[in-house]
């Protein structure tokens, strides 16, 4: 799938409620994404924000063996993804 898809996928996704857990989980089981920094730039590009914002993604994994579980990854990338759609 190309980049630009994959971008209005996790859009949509959004759109539709879904967390941000749940759209890492689409890049990394559905789509097999394995890099971090990949996670990281894929929503910097769908929802405009800096990769600043988005570091905590690097201390999550699908499989709760990162610092970070579901719970606190959706907390912190979810004020984001909400102000993106308010826009």
């Known amino acids: 799938m190309n980049k630009q898809k994959i971008i209005q996928k ?14 890492l989980r689409y890049l ?3 789509l097999g994404e394995e890099q971090q920094l990949e996670l990281m730039l894929r929503f910097t590009e769908a929802f405009d924000v800096t990769l600043g914002e988005v570091t ?3 201390g999550w994994w699908h499989d709760d063996s990162a610092e970070l579980n579901d719970r606190d990854i ?6 984001m993804i909400t102000s993106w759609i308010s826009n």
């Not at 996790?10 to 759209?23: D, F, V, Y």
Request: no cysteine; hydrophobic share 40%.
């Open 74 to 79: 959706d907390a912190y990338i979810s004020p």
């Open 28 to 30: 990394v089981l559905d």
């Open 56 to 58: 905590a993604i690097g």
């Open 10 to 23: 996790l859009q949509n996704m959004a759109k539709e409620g879904r967390k941000p857990s749940e759209m």
